[in-house]
């Protein structure tokens, strides 16, 4: 029953949310950023020739851990998140689909995202394996700043994590690894879609253009170590800027 002016979904969540009614176009000619932004991320916004979502920011997702607490065993994978061994130091995030995906990377049978293999059956199995892994969790973090202090305090030493738990743990001095698992990581592409009964038009479409700037991109790459959409930003520049949280 909430009604918002904007909200910031990852892409793969528009498509219903226009089919539901609950967002409007965005109108392109009141966005001075527009024409900057990476073309293929724009495209995938784009629904019945509209567009409805503003892409902005883009990362991955790894099985952070603390190197000075977890010795992998072996080549560095998303089992880390199963590992008997850490038992209640280990966190996972609270979204079902996520947590499905991880499981169809570690059994090496399914593609993550081909749901044309993802039966009922094979549902059942994720459903069974990640009841039975539960007990070697701590909890189920819905927020990065919950993850990131439970990281700081020890509380977890391994857990599902956006790059911006990284910075957040190198910013205090953590002896944490964002590895690149041998399964591979899990990507996303987040931005914004205006809401259907806005009441705030024009100033929503300007604070989507300052978020899509590059003066925005300049904070957010050393900040959160994420991607942005906007092409014109210096990366190297970004990344290497000395950043006082």
Known sequence: GSKFDVVHPCVSYVKDWVDLGYVQPLDTSLLTN???????????????GKQYFIPADWGFSAPMYRADKVEPDGEVSWNLM??????????????????FLI?????????AYDWDN?????LEDAKKFLIEKKKLVRNIWSSGTEFDLDIANGNVWIGYAWGGSYTAAK???LDVV????????????????????????????????????AASAAWIIPNYAYGHVNTAV??????SRQVVA
Do not use: M
């Open 234 to 239: 210096d990366t190297t520049r970004a990344i």
């Open 118 to 122: 993802w039966t009922d059956s094979v």
């Open 82 to 99: 199963y590992d008997d061994r850490y038992k209640g130091k280990i966190s996972w995030w609270e979204s079902p689909v996520e947590n």
């Open 34 to 48: 527009f024409d900057k932004l990476n073309p293929a991320l724009v495209k995938n916004g784009q629904f019945d």
């Open 171 to 173: 910013a205090k001095k």
């Open 178 to 213: 964002y590895p690149d698992p041998k399964e591979g990581r899990l990507s996303w592409n987040c931005g914004f879609v205006l809401g259907k009964d806005t009441a705030n038009y024009h100033h929503a479409h300007a604070y989507v253009d300052q978020w899509i700037s």
């Open 103 to 111: 499981w169809g990377y570690t059994i090496g049978q399914f593609d």
